[in-house]
């Protein structure tokens, strides 16, 4: 299994501020998915992380609000912009290795809170 | 589209009884499926997974699952639970299609365990 790292582990941040999320994955993989879990609710995906390009955005998720980077294949930032006491969540980084296995292996979580 | 249903919010059983976590999906055909498991401010951890082959799937910490193809459903169970088995529990789907498209998870069950 692919070991992943998530940090912030957890942050209070301010409205009107903007963190940045880093995921770094302890070897190659093929993709890279960032989902968002609310308070007591299930994981929502907010976009694949495409290595060198755009990421691709699920509907209800933007690129200026959510902005994705992957410069490479082990390495991911989700960046919270702006934030609202809306985005308190649970930010999880997930990853997937070479194969059509459909497994996903993820980090341990980003706990943001929005005052 | 594939959905995920997990009717149970919370279930609450006793240290020693036996546990049953239901789950049904909606997929044009067969699935991959899975069982993750997220303890208080955890990320997820795989249980178990079905790809093919026996529709009865052993994983860890004891765990069991059932892909039923008849009733679309892939319950997961356990004999005897302990006190460390409180979390909560995701059933997910991912696609036969496409090795790169992300996971579908259900709502969530949150378990309880009393002595």
């Known amino acids: 299994s692919a070991v992943i790292s998530q940090k912030p582990s957890r942050d209070i941040c301010q409205r009107g501020t903007s963190l940045t999320i880093q995921c770094q994955v302890d070897s190659q993989v093929t993709m890279m998915f960032w989902y968002r879990q609310q308070p007591g609710q299930s994981l929502t995906l907010i976009a694949t992380a495409n290595q060198g390009s755009e990421a691709t955005y699920e509907s209800g998720f933007v690129i200026d609000k959510f902005p994705i980077s992957r410069p490479n294949l082990t390495f991911s930032t989700l960046t919270v912009s702006n934030m609202s006491p809306e985005d308190s969540s649970i930010y999880l980084c997930s990853a997937k290795r070479e194969g059509n296995t459909g497994e996903l292996f993820f980090g341990e979580g980003s706990r943001l809170t929005v005052l | 589209a594939q959905s995920v249903t997990q009717p149970d919010i919370h279930i609450t059983v006793s240290e020693g009884a036996s546990l049953e976590l239901r789950c049904n999906y909606s997929y044009g055909a067969t699935p991959y499926l899975f069982w993750y498991v997220q303890s208080p401010g955890q990320g997820l951890q795989l249980l178990l997974k079905?790809?093919?082959?026996?529709?009865l799937v052993q994983g860890i910490k004891g765990f069991e699952a059932e892909f039923k193809r008849s009733q679309s459903s892939f319950n997961l169970r356990k004999p005897s639970v302990h006190w460390s088995d409180a979390a909560e529990y995701f059933c997910a789907v991912g696609s036969r299609r496409s090795g790169n498209t992300p996971l579908v998870f259900g709502k969530g069950t949150r378990l309880s365990v009393i002595a």
């Open positions: 079905y790809f093919s082959g026996d529709t």
